[in-house]
Structures are given as structure tokens and as C-alpha cells.
């Protein structure tokens, strides 16, 4: 007597083909039951769960399957790189703007904060709203792997008080009740 098991065949793996760097991606199978594999480091998956994290840029065989791999299927994945670092004095006072610069090309500016907007392709931050913090995004039209920073809202600072008028070598005190200042 010799005791066969059988497997399924495993229907094609569905979800996205693509990860960034260091981001994860669910992947799933209509066969239940089957456990995931990948070929090489530069991804770890979750043996149950499918989920993909990109760990080296490069590509990785992704396989489905059962037995042992004896009944399988693959994908390639392929973790993409994200852009370089966002570059910019992270703080904008009210009313005012600050331009932020990425290295990478291809890419498009965002903020979901209404403490400020930004221009989708020239970088420039407008402070609308302050004291408060938000974030901006650069993201790679290609890839949709993105760059984020935190950037501060500074209100407007109070106005200036002087004590009045001065003479050529003399000196006078000017002020603000606004913390944090520094004078130029």
C-alpha cells in the first residue's frame, strides 16, 4: 500500500508585483493552504501571510506553493529604491515660503496638512496656519516610493517695540514677546 497525497495546483499570486525599500505588500492566492517562499534577501515574506518587505533594492522570485514545492507558482518582485533624502530648513514662519529640493528626479510634491500647501512641482512650502507641524511628501511618479519630512509652522512673530529713534553711535533696545526669535 503506498499512501499518495495530492495537492492543488495554486492559481496565479495576486497583488503587486513591486515594493519600495524598507515598505510592505500584501500578496495573496485563491488556493488556500499553500505557504510563501522567496528566492534570495532581498525581500522577507511572511511564509502564512504573504506580506512582502522590501529589504535590498533588486528582484526576488516570490513562490506559492505546496508539498514541499511540488505544486507551485511564482512571481517576480522587485524592491525599488526611494529618493534621496528631502533637503530644505524644515521650518516656514506664516505668510512666508521655503523651497525643499530632492536629489531624484521624477517626482511630485504633496502635503496633507492645512497648516500649509506646497506646489506639486517646485517644492515651495507656504506656513498658512501656526504654531503647528505637518509633513511633505516627494514621491517618484514611476515607482510611487517616497521621502517624507516633518516641517514646522511658525506663527508670525509679535510686533516689534523699540524704545524710539537713535543717533549715529549710540545704541537703543528693540523686542519682541515672541519666543525663539533671533534678530538680523
Do not use: E, K
Not at 499518495?4 to 508585483?17: D, E, M, Q, S
Not at 512571481?75 to 515660503?97: D, E, F, K, R, S
Not at 511658525?154 to 543717533?167: D, K, L, M, R, Y
Amino acid at each position: 500500500v503506498i499512501t499518495v497525497t495530492t495537492y492543488p495546483i495554486p492559481t496565479a499570486i495576486l497583488g503587486p508585483t513591486s515594493v519600495c525599500l524598507g515598505a510592505s505588500v500584501t500578496l495573496s492566492n485563491a488556493t488556500a493552504g499553500g505557504n510563501w517562499s522567496a528566492s534570495n534577501t532581498n525581500v522577507t515574506i511572511g511564509s502564512v501571510t504573504g506580506v512582502v518587505t522590501g529589504n535590498t533594492v533588486g528582484t526576488s522570485i516570490i513562490t506559492y506553493g505546496y508539498g514541499g514545492g511540488l505544486c507551485y507558482t511564482t512571481t517576480t518582485m522587485t524592491v525599488n529604491p526611494n529618493p534621496a533624502p528631502i533637503t530644505g530648513t524644515p521650518t516656514v514662519c506664516v505668510g512666508l515660503t521655503r523651497t525643499f529640493s530632492d536629489a531624484t528626479p521624477g517626482g511630485t510634491w504633496s502635503t496633507t496638512s492645512p497648516s500649509m500647501s506646497i506646489g506639486s512641482t517646485s517644492g515651495i512650502v507656504t506656513g498658512i496656519t501656526g504654531p503647528s507641524t505637518g509633513t511633505i511628501t516627494y514621491r517618484l511618479s514611476a515607482t510611487g516610493c517616497y521621502s517624507v519630512l516633518t516641517v514646522t509652522i511658525v506663527a508670525s512673530p509679535n510686533p516689534i517695540s523699540t524704545t524710539g529713534n537713535v543717533c549715529v553711535g549710540a545704541t537703543t533696545t528693540v523686542s519682541t514677546t515672541t519666543p525663539g526669535c533671533t534678530w538680523t
